[in-house]
Nanobody, 115 residues
Framework: QVQLVESGGGLVQPGGSLRLSCVASGILFSINGMGWYRQAPGKQRELVAGINSDGSTVYADSVKGRFTISRDNAKNTMYLQMNSLKFEDADVYYC?????????WGQGTQVTVSS
C-alpha cells in the first residue's frame, strides 16, 4: 500500500522560508519520480516541482529560482525548500509521484504567507 505523508507547512511572512518534507512508503522510492503539487480551493491541482529518479528537476515558472526540490533515497523522503515566499504561494501542498499516481494523495500540508 502506498502512503505519502507531507509535513513542514506553516505560517511565514512574505520573503520568508519553509522546508516541506514528504515521506513515502509502499514503493521502491529510488526508482520513482516524485513531485510537489498544490491545489487552492476551486482550482485545479498544479505541479510545483518534480524530481526524476536520476535527480533531474523541473519547476513551475512561478517558483523557478525560489524553490528547490531534492530527495534522500536512503530515507524515502522528498523535500521542497521554499525561499522568498510570496502571498500567491499560499496553498495546500501535496506530494505524489511524478507523473502523479491518481489514487494516492495524502492530507497535504498548509502553507500560509501573511504579514
Amino acid at each position: 500500500q502506498v502512503q505519502l505523508v507531507e509535513s513542514g507547512g506553516g505560517l511565514v511572512q512574505p520573503g520568508g522560508s519553509l522546508r516541506l518534507s514528504c515521506v513515502a512508503s509502499g514503493i521502491l522510492f529510488s526508482i520513482n519520480g516524485m513531485g510537489w503539487y498544490r491545489q487552492a480551493p476551486g482550482k485545479q491541482r498544479e505541479l510545483v516541482a518534480g524530481i526524476n529518479s536520476d535527480g533531474s528537476t523541473v519547476y513551475a515558472d512561478s517558483v523557478k529560482g525560489r524553490f528547490t526540490i531534492s530527495r534522500d533515497n536512503a530515507k524515502n523522503t522528498m523535500y521542497l525548500q521554499m525561499n522568498s515566499l510570496k502571498f500567491e504561494d499560499a496553498d495546500v501542498y501535496y506530494c505524489n509521484g511524478f507523473p502523479p499516481w491518481r489514487d494516492y494523495w495524502g492530507q497535504g500540508t498548509q502553507v500560509t504567507v501573511s504579514s
